[in-house]
Nanobody
Framework: QVQLVESGGGLVQPGGSLRLSCAASGSIFSNHAMTWYRQAPGTERELVAAIGSAGGSTNYADSVKGRFTISRDNAKNTVYLQLNSLKPEDTAVYYC??????????WGQGTLVTVSS
């Protein structure tokens, strides 16, 4: 079974930056689009950013356009999310998954991002 392990979260002040990583086990990584989601307390999980299997196509939620950047390294089976100009409303647990517009795999444990002064 493919596993997804997210890392890189932490506490950051408003306006700060973080880089999240998601490492996938197995050999199917390069065949699939990858997507980052986030879930804030009391809310539903929402799609944040997606990237095509070769990295040529990307898509972002309006709330993060211009601030977040998704990328991937297929040789390392890893997808990244660069978070810049962070706002308190970006506070959430961030998850990755296979797929472009819907999650295709099992969820990992996520990584917590807290934006606070």
């Amino acid at each position: 079974q493919v596993q997804l392990v997210e890392s890189g979260g932490g506490l950051v002040q408003p306006g700060g930056s973080l880089r999240l990583s998601c490492a996938a086990s197995g050999s199917i990584f390069s065949n699939h689009a990858m997507t980052w989601y986030r879930q804030a307390p009391g809310t539903e999980r929402e799609l944040v950013a997606a990237i095509g299997s070769a990295g040529g196509s990307t898509n972002y939620a309006d709330s993060v356009k211009g601030r977040f950047t998704i990328s991937r390294d297929n040789a390392k089976n890893t997808v990244y999310l660069q978070l810049n100009s962070l706002k308190p409303e970006d506070t959430a647990v961030y998850y990755c998954n296979f797929g472009w517009s819907r999650a295709l795999g099992a969820w990992g444990q996520g990584t917590l991002v807290t934006v606070s002064s």
